[in-house]
């Protein structure tokens, strides 16, 4: 999968803390569009019930079974035939359910023709709310337009929720202010499966997307909370990336750990954004993070931006997980 793909992130107004670094506004990295004619959907199989699509933009999940298809994120709308053709390779029973793991483009592309299909598309409170008024990416200077009512979903939660389908019980849970405010953790606890949505990254750096509420400690305490929850034989399937496990996101987390603390020790001293930039905060893992859409100064002005005035102060702290 092409990791560039996942576009609609890094949104405007940036917090308190860096709003006084408006001399050194964002860089806007190159975004190309894919030639969606092209693109291959790949099917995973998982464990249990749970596949793994692979494609353009987000991973997508499938559970499949006697209750029909639970599906986790469906990437950009003109896929949706491939997508369609690719689930029913997988089950011919009916599109039942569409879960949003958080708000963005190449998440929810595919909301209004797979809800056409006959699926409800369930999400946090906040998906729905982002989705349904104009925002505009700052650090690409692109708008993206409200979505159509018929790709919003219909079906919101706050907290956590519970389906109980194809023999499996799918806890989902809200992590706040992680990737973006409206994050969800999709658990198959009979498969032991998790969907970490955009909250994990298998192989390349991150985004946290600060201007829809995302952080650098909201992440980290997202992967700490993945961590405890699953155990050595999880399969985790990433929104970008390919099929990891327990290890891939401690060792993902161990990274964002040393660079948020990095960062935060340069912060505590008063360095702008340009001399954070210059220290090189993330150069011991750039040469294997760095092959996706997020390169190093991109990761280190998110991180600096998303820093809570309190961490910053303190010079950061040291991360635990299992």
């Not at 975004?31 to 969606?36: E, L, S, T, V």
């Not at 519970?162 to 409206?182: Q, R, S, Y």
């Amino acid at each position: 999968m092409n990791r560039s793909l996942c576009i609609c992130l890094l949104l405007s107004a940036a917090p308190a803390h860096a709003q006084a670094q408006k001399a050194e506004p964002p860089s806007p990295p190159k975004i190309a569009m894919p030639d969606f004619s092209k693109v291959e959907i790949k099917t995973h199989k998982v464990a249990g019930s749970v596949s793994m699509l692979e494609g353009a933009g987000g991973n997508i999940g499938v559970s499949a079974g006697d209750d029909g298809l639970f599906v986790i994120d469906d990437q950009f709308a003109p896929l949706a035939p491939k997508i369609k053709a690719a689930l029913a390779q997988i089950s011919k029973k009916p599109l039942r359910f569409v879960f949003n793991t958080h708000w963005h483009g190449d998440h929810t592309g595919g909301n209004q023709p797979l809800a056409e299909a006959g699926a409800l598309i369930v999400a946090h409170d906040n998906v729905r709310k982002r989705m349904s008024v104009d925002q505009f990416i700052e650090a690409v200077s692109m708008k993206v337009p409200a979505a159509p009512p018929r790709a919003l979903p219909v079906v919101t939660f706050s907290e956590e929720v519970t389906f109980h389908l194809n023999g499996d019980e799918i806890h989902v849970f809200h992590v706040p202010n992680a990737h973006t405010d409206g994050d969800a953790i999709i658990h198959f606890r009979k498969a032991n499966v998790l969907h970490a949505g955009d909250t994990f990254i298998n192989g390349a750096y991150p985004v946290i997307d600060y201007s829809t509420g995302g952080s650098v400690d909201g992440y980290i305490a997202a992967q700490e909370k993945m961590l405890a929850t699953v155990d050595d034989s999880t399969k985790i399937i990433p929104g970008h990336g390919p099929l990891g496990d327990k290890a891939a996101l401690k060792t993902a987390h161990d990274m964002l750990v040393k660079v948020r603390d990095k960062i935060a020790k340069l912060a505590a001293q008063k360095k702008t954004l340009a001399e954070v930039k210059a220290a090189k905060p993330t150069a011991e893992f750039d040469a294997e993070w760095s092959k996706g859409f997020i390169q190093p100064d991109i990761l280190v002005e998110m991180v600096y931006r998303s820093l809570s005035p309190g961490k910053a102060a303190r010079g950061g702290s040291k991360g635990r997980a299992k």
